[in-house]
């Protein structure tokens, strides 16, 4: 455990527990989050994960966004909108096809330390990005999913607090994914 993945750790607490309650200041937060976390998977050769990272930022950028324009009248609390199942699939899909091509160029051109399991949760990752970007409920439900196993992975890699980080946001995402539950759409 080294002082950058504690500080990693505590933003990347901080910005979830702020994203669940649907407060703005999440966006910034997410950043500083996102930084930390890029040298620290860097130092443990997890690519797929650093560069998840910077496109993280990419996609907090988009986010902080689309937060702000779809607030109550410009000024109110962020607006949860239902998941078409239509882009569930596609979401789906978009996360394997995202995996297995990651997975295969880590696997072959880097010393990727587990280029595939890597990749996976990577590109899933992503797709739930954009459902939060996106103010979707079901984003919280992919981030259980795939929390879950990067719980596995970190013990793994000796990542333990980073493990023991992603046991509680799987915690703070069935928080928030009751608090932005709302009607399935059709």
């Known amino acids: 455990m080294s002082a950058l993945e504690i500080a990693a750790v505590v933003a990347t607490f901080l910005a979830i527990w702020l994203t669940a309650r649907r407060w703005m200041l999440c966006w910034p937060i997410n950043l500083l989050a996102c930084a930390l976390y890029f040298k620290l998977f860097l130092d443990v050769r997890l690519y797929a994960d650093m560069v998840l990272q910077a496109l993280f930022g990419i996609g907090i950028l988009y986010g902080w966004i689309a937060w702000a324009m779809g607030r109550k009248g410009g000024a109110g609390e962020v607006i949860v909108k239902p998941l078409p199942r239509w882009q569930v699939a596609a979401g789906l899909a978009a996360g ?91």
């Open 96 to 186: 394997a096809v995202g995996g297995l091509a990651i997975g295969w160029f880590t696997s072959r051109y880097t010393n990727a330390a587990l280029p595939w399991m890597d990749s996976a949760l990577s590109s899933f990752s992503l797709v739930a990005q954009v459902w939060t970007a996106r103010r979707h409920a079901a984003s919280w439900l992919l981030w259980i999913a795939v929390d879950l196993v990067y719980v596995g992975m970190f013990l793994f890699k000796g990542l333990f607090f980073t493990a023991g980080l992603y046991a509680v946001m799987i915690v703070l995402a069935v928080i928030g994914y009751r608090r932005w539950r709302v009607p399935a759409s059709v």
